[in-house]
């Protein structure tokens, strides 16, 4: 049957789009021609700060001692969840050798980049797990300078709490500067610091378009929208629990879009009765955020079945995918298109979001359909290598020496042909083009 729209959205991610490119590429302009004068006017104008932009050992031992006990075991029991994902990860990525032809060997190397820029949300909500997320990786990773970033608050500096967070998964450098001004110190390596290889971490869309702009001369971690989460539920699901969980999602901001797909009528009806009343119960300004989220870009879908629910969901590509139904191994088999995967009521995407393990950095705006979220494989560059005896390169360099002809390339051929007729002056070889 057709998919039935219980609830269908009236706006998408990109509806209100603002056009901030030309401002983002000014303000990139004046730091890269300015340097660190520039950026601090931009940091004075923005972040209202006027404080330490390079935090000291003794600034950071201070904000340290403000975060309570109990915080600090958290944060340590998430950053050594998500070191031990990140170290298996890593080990999945080896350096291989392997003989081609006799005589010839090619092989992998997986090289960490040297500096990593960490973007850590301080805004609306201090994201004291994106500090953990993407610090903690490029840790495992190897990266020999990490910079963590995050946006001060006036009079106070950057939250304690993200001071700690990555302080303790290691950053080498705590940067008190938000916005752009803070991607291009990173990027254009202002104030002592190392030009970043890389720049990583959620922010907002002068941030992502920050990165956009500056993707190519530096890497960038993904292009980042609104996050976005698909539940997937059947009539075995607890309509309650759905509910929470859509709801703990839309509080992101008043355009993250949250959907659920079912094949049971009943449980669609029971989770749209319930969502408004869990939203009217939140704090006000997450209330606000996840009301204008589920009015404008959640949607309710019915499905026949859950072939008909797999297909739907790979569809959408979520960011987060969460599956509350029956043989959580088929669905685990059949489903292609998700950031990060939560199999069962026992898990929910906060926990993937804070504490359990895997990334929270992950592709939004359907861009799972061709990636996967943020790892220790970012970080890293897997190089390839080759070397050869001669009789071992002999028939590459013939099949070179041809195939460059055809392509009308012959500076690649006579690149062939010079070592031909140095290693085997006594042997005569066919190298012309042929159709």
């Known amino acids: 049957m057709a998919l039935e729209y219980l609830k269908k959205a009236t706006l998408t ?63 340590d029991f998430a ?28 092989g992998q190397k997986t090289i960490p980049v040297d500096a990593a820029g960490c973007y850590v949300p301080g805004g609306r909500y201090s994201h004291i797990a994106s500090a953990v997320m993407t610090v903690t990786t490029a840790k495992v990773a190897g990266c020999s300078h990490i910079v963590a970033c995050s946006p001060p608050r006036p009079g106070v500096g950057v939250a304690p709490a993200i001071v700690y967070a990555a302080h303790v998964c290691g950053a080498d450098k705590i940067m008190a500067m938000g916005g752009v001004q ?56 607890d309509p309650f629990i759905v509910a929470t969980d859509l709801v703990s999602q839309a ?15 009943a449980l669609a009806e029971k989770v749209m009765e319930l969502v408004p009343e869990l939203i009217a119960d939140l704090p006000k300004l997450n209330s606000e955020n996840a009301a204008a989220a589920w009015r404008d870009y959640a949607e309710v879908i019915l ?42 009521e026992e898990t929910t995407v906060s926990y993937g979001d804070k504490a359990s393990g895997t990334n929270h950095v992950l592709p939004t705006s359907r861009a799972a359909t061709y990636t996967g979220g943020l790892s220790v494989h970012k970080y890293m560059k897997i190089v390839t290598w080759q070397r050869a005896t001669r009789e071992g390169a002999k028939d590459v360099a013939i099949a070179t020496a041809r195939i460059s002809r055809l392509e009308g390339m012959e500076g690649h051929a006579r690149a062939a042909d010079v070592r031909l007729a140095k290693y085997f002056p006594d ?9």
């Open 79 to 106: 950053h050594a969840n998500v070191k031990k994902f990140a170290e298996a990860q890593k080990a999945t990525l080896t350096d291989i050798e392997v003989e081609i032809v006799p005589g010839l060997l090619a």
């Open 182 to 237: 803070g991607v291009a110190a990173m990027t254009f390596g202002l104030f002592g610091l190392p030009k970043a290889n890389i720049l990583v971490g959620p922010g907002n869309q002068f941030v992502a378009e920050a990165k956009r702009i500056l993707f190519g001369r530096v890497g960038i971690d993904m292009f980042a929208g609104p996050t976005d989460s698909l539940v997937l539920a059947d009539k075995t699901a």
């Open 13 to 75: 991610s990109t509806s209100d789009a603002s056009n901030v490119h030309d401002l983002v590429v000014g303000i990139l302009n004046d730091i890269e021609a300015g340097g660190d004068s520039k950026a601090l006017e931009y940091a004075a104008k923005f972040d209202k700060y006027e404080g330490s932009v390079m935090l000291s050992p003794e600034e950071i031992e201070a904000a340290c001692a403000l975060v309570p006990a109990k915080l600090k075991r958290d944060i």
């Open 303 to 344: 499905c026949a079945d859950r072939e008909e629910m797999a297909k739907t969901s790979d569809d959408y590509a979520p960011e987060h995918l969460t599956v509350q139904a029956e043989d959580l191994d088929w669905w685990l088999e059949n489903l292609n298109c998700y950031g990060s995967l939560f199999l069962g």
């Open 251 to 265: 509080e992101h901001g008043y355009n993250s879009p949250v959907w659920l797909v079912t094949d049971d009528r």
């Open 427 to 435: 042997e005569t070889f066919d190298l012309t083009a042929s159709e």
